[in-house]
C-alpha cells in the first residue's frame, strides 16, 4: 500500500485515535522501516548497486522498493 493509500484509509478508519495520532502511526511505521532498510543496505554488498547523490534520492529508491 503506498503512503498516500495509507493516509487516506487513515481518514476513513475510526480506531478511536485522532487522525493527527493516526499520521503519527504511519509517520513513525515509516522512519522506522526506513531506517532498518537503511541499516541492513549498509551492511551488504548490495549498496554498491544504487546511484544517488543526496540522500532524497536515496529515499526516493526506498520508497520506490517497498512500492511506497
Known amino acids: ?3 498516500k493509500e495509507k493516509f487516506r484509509m ?3 478508519v475510526d480506531n478511536g485515535l485522532t487522525i493527527l495520532e493516526k499520521y503519527q502511526v504511519i509517520a513513525d511505521e515509516f522512519a522506522i522501516g526506513f531506517a532498518e532498510w537503511y541499516l541492513n543496505l549498509s ?3 548490495d549498496w554498491e548497486k544504487f546511484d544517488y547523490n ?6 526516493e ?8
Not at 54 to 59: F, I, M, V
Not at 63 to 68: A, S
Open 1 to 3: 500500500m503506498t503512503l
Open 10 to 12: 487513515a481518514n476513513m
Open 43 to 45: 551492511k551488504s554488498d
Open 54 to 59: 543526496t540522500n532524497e534520492q536515496l529515499l
Open 61 to 68: 529508491i526506498y520508497k520506490i522498493e517497498k512500492g511506497l
